[in-house]
């Protein structure tokens, strides 16, 4: 493994945070690099400022540190994305093709190409959602994540660049706050409940969308990443699944722990976006090829975000 060098793309970020620290852990501290458009200071390890829309200062640091492989996680997401859909497009899809171009002239090994189930739309069963389902995302960041998918099959199939992808449903993490999802409330409502505060959600009671923890979703990417190339038979991005809910179910296993919780339930714009996500995944073909398979459901993640969460907390106050 000491020939392995990763780049790490978004580093900062809710996924990237968590990710780089466990490819540390399994590579070692010299061999990733991690990288962002803000620094930071606090980071232990190698860490690059880097803005991904340029595509010298990408080359350039991939062949100063010998790099191998790629995790591309740097985007605008989804309802964040919808307050400026020009620039979120743009942006998406120039770090993207920067990312593979980059690769191609640089001969990387694998590139991995977060996609999300904001590429389906309406045109989908909700219940189940297969691999093949119609893709019509509502959303800008739906849109530049589908076309992602297409451009990823294209450089495997045109230059065989080993482009890896999954569809993540909304991820859930004690490590980080989220950054501007459609799914951010199974987050947000976490903390509220251990600051002793009620929530206010943004979706409505008995909306059931996909999610997965932060465990799963980071040990899902490494386990694509170091499959068998043969073993890779889809080659736009995986379907993959951890458990679904709603925000009344969340809030009842919350209220497990804290019986006097309570969730006053406000929709706005994210409702009409939750409304096109699929209630559920079919991820048969990720559990085929390599051998997929989750650990958490709700009632295990609630226990470890309100155990982690409380230790967070209880240190930010000490400190003080």
Known sequence: MSDTKILVIGANGQLGSVLVKELQRKYGLENIIASDIRSNESFNGL?????????????ELIVKHSITQIYHLA??????????????????????LNVFEVARLTKIEKVFFPSSIAVYGDAIDRNNTSQNSFLNPATVYGMSKAAGENWAQYYFDKYGLDVRSLRYPGVIGHQSMPGGGTTDYAVDIYHAAVKGKNYECFLDHDTELPMIFMEDAIRATIELMEAPKENIKTRTSYNIAGMNFTPAEISSSIQEYYPNFNVNYKPDYRQKIADKWPKSINDDEAKDDWNWKPTYDLKSMTKVMIEKLKLKFQASSAEI
């Open 75 to 96: 985007a605008i997401l989804s309802a964040k994305g919808e307050q400026d859909p020009l620039w979120t497009w743009d942006l998406n899809m120039k770090m993207m």
């Open 47 to 59: 860490f690059e400022k880097l803005d991904a829309t340029n595509f010298d200062a990408m080359q």
